[in-house]
């Protein structure tokens, strides 16, 4: 026989997002807690640069708090469906209360949108 390369099953593993190394401000982990009691869920991809650098503005104290949706489908623990269920634009897209906001954001800016909805709903 010819020196065949032997034949490997590849079984890719799923690839993680970067681990998170900032540790989280007092604003981020009130803005945390904030947008964990508006349901809030952060869609990104495990390669994507931005989402790494919202994590890494929000810190990893205040990300736990978040649902992370991984929306690539060789990430790990993918929900590709759910990301494209919900027309996912981009990545990073913040879905809070419900209503999508694409693109990175500043901690001030979420804060904005936790303040606005917040008087959304106060108002109701």
Known sequence: GIGEPPVT???????????ITT???KEALALASDLK???????G????????DQKQTL???AM????YVECDKEGKDSQN??????KIPGYPTWEINGELFPGEQSIEE????????KGKLSTK
């Open 9 to 19: 099953e590849v079984v890719k593993q799923p690839s993680s997002p970067p681990a």
């Open 37 to 43: 009691d508006m349901d809030a869920r952060f869609f």
């Open 59 to 61: 810190g990893k104290e």
């Open 23 to 25: 540790t989280s401000s």
């Open 81 to 86: 469906k759910l990301c494209k269920a919900n």
């Open 64 to 67: 736990a708090y978040i649902p």
């Open 110 to 117: 979420l804060q904005d949108v936790v303040n606005e909805i």
């Open 45 to 52: 991809a495990f390669w994507c640069s931005h989402c790494y």
